[in-house]
């Protein structure tokens, strides 16, 4: 016969709460790991992301295992693209049992950019974010944003995948009217893409 011990912590995570709250948001950010990421053009880079993976947690559950997290992030095996992020969150959902979630990676990519005058390569950096979020209705929302060197986020493309169809285009007057106002120093700012840069 086991005798109990006195001193032994109970298991809180396991007892049943009467107050049946529900958690709408519980994970962890600022979590730095290195991943891979394929861009538009096949190329794949190693890069070091800064991570933030988030739940919301029903009535019945006290909290979850941050390890799962991490377990997560550890299986990361493939380089990422925009497409494969669905899965990616999905996953993290069955793991934690949550009704929705999010996961949200910014890191530096670097792009290779050649002169227009001289024609000389060079590799210019940066700052990329991409955020899915997996709402309690089941709808899937990825954005996507970067930043060049002294400029502010830009958003390259946010679709809602609940509806299952992307934002409209933009129109030839709209596109018109985005290349007058664009100052051209900077990113090209106005364009649509379903890939990475």
Known sequence: MNARDPHAIPDVQN?????ELPIEKVGIRGIRHPISVRGRDGWVQGTVADCGLFVSLPAHLKGTHMSRF???LNGLDTPLAPPAFETLVRDMLDRLEADS???SLRFPYFRRKSAPVSGVQ???DYEVGF????GSDGGYTFSA???GAGYK???LFEKNFAARRAQPALTRDDRSR????SDGRGPDRYRRTGGLL
């Open 153 to 155: 986020p830009v958003p």
């Open 178 to 181: 985005h290349r007058r106002q």
């Open 15 to 19: 007892t049943l709460d009467p107050r």
């Open 101 to 103: 979630g999010e996961i």
């Open 70 to 72: 991490v377990e997560l």
């Open 145 to 147: 944003a970067r930043a």
């Open 131 to 134: 955020t899915a979020r997996i």
């Open 122 to 124: 060079s590799v210019l």
